[in-house]
């Protein structure tokens, strides 16, 4: 063993950071609950591949949620501090990892929303789209945004039902797990939520196609 | 003509289950079908539906979370473990140990 690393000599920087990138490497092809079985066990290299792997999909989520980006990116960084500090909080026969992340990131958006309205930022303007627009752009245009502008006015269970259901790809099952609520009450949301929208986007429909018939 | 409780109903369903008619329950399918296979209006609704629902799908597509967000997610995290290592040690200046929200009591109940 001594000679072994009398011939190896003292690790150098290059050679830990080598190691690290292998140890990465390694771990990338882990399923997520293997990940966080490390992570509980301190190893960050696989946290750092959770954070890697979610940060997108989480903070799409909470962008979906919230109105502005200043308060998706401090609750994203809120949900993902959290999954360290309560790591141990975790079981893997307990929930799926991203049901439980998802919950994390849901329930402090709801915690965000709550806030009064004085510790938010102000509603700031929709950023304007200055690309040139042909009629039937324009059309989509503004019934994509008659709908998002009926979607940020749903009530929050039902906005948060509606991200993970079209926007992550989950079921009413999975919908309902990351919610705490029974199949039937998620489903129950997702469907106010479609009747309110579908009120304003039938009428946006009817409104944007005549003034197209109109030019 | 098509009796308007028939749309009524239909228009029911579509909010409930959603345009994708693979989705439905078998038993509600087969009167639906009929409908859809008879009444143009039916047909309207569902297409109606499917477009809005393709544009939820697409609402706010392609979103980035901002340049530097992950680095400050490890920092805090190298923070917090710090901070477990040696409890004793100084002050946590960003909050990063009770979340950058206040770390409400109740809400770290519900985690």
């Known amino acids: 063993m001594a000679e072994l690393s009398a011939l190896c000599g003292p690790p150098s920087s290059s050679r830990i950071a080598g190691l690290r990138v292998h140890e990465e490497t390694m771990l990338e092809a882990e399923s997520d609950e293997a990940l966080m079985l490390a992570v509980q066990d301190g190893n960050v290299q696989a946290y750092r591949l959770i954070v890697r792997r979610y940060l997108k999909r989480i903070y799409a989520v909470a962008r979906r949620i919230l109105p502005h980006d200043a308060d998706a990116e401090d609750v994203v960084q809120d949900t993902f501090l959290r999954v360290w500090s309560h790591r141990h909080n975790w079981s893997p026969g307990a929930a799926r990892f991203t049901t439980w992340l998802h919950r994390i990131a849901i329930n402090r958006c709801i915690d965000y929303r709550r806030r009064p309205l004085e510790d938010r930022l102000d509603d700031a303007a929709e950023p304007v789209d200055e690309r040139p627009q042909t009629d039937q752009s324009i059309h989509d245009r503004q019934l994509h945004a008659a709908l998002a502008k009926a979607r940020r006015r749903l009530p929050t269970s039902q906005q948060i039902a509606l991200a993970l259901y079209y926007n992550e790809g989950m079921t009413g099952v999975e919908v309902a797990a990351v919610m705490g609520l029974s199949q039937s009450a998620a489903e129950a949301l997702l469907k106010r939520a479609r009747q309110q929208l579908r009120v304003v986007f039938a009428r946006s429909a009817i409104r944007a196609q005549d003034a197209f018939d109109d030019r | ?111």
Do not use: N
């Open chain 2, 1 to 111: 003509m098509i009796d308007d409780g028939l749309h009524v109903a239909f228009e029911d369903l579509l909010c409930q289950y959603g345009a994708d008619l693979r989705a439905w329950p078998k038993d509600r399918l087969t009167p639906v079908l009929a409908l859809l296979r008879s009444s143009h209006a039916a047909r309207q609704r569902l297409r109606l539906m499917r477009r809005m629902e393709a544009m939820l799908e697409t609402d706010m597509d392609g979103i980035e979370p901002p340049a530097g967000l992950e680095e400050r997610i490890l920092s805090g995290m190298l923070r917090l473990r710090e901070r477990e290592t040696d409890p004793t040690g100084p002050p946590d200046p960003d909050g990063a140990l009770a979340g950058r929200m206040g770390g409400h009591t109740a809400v770290r109940s519900r985690i």
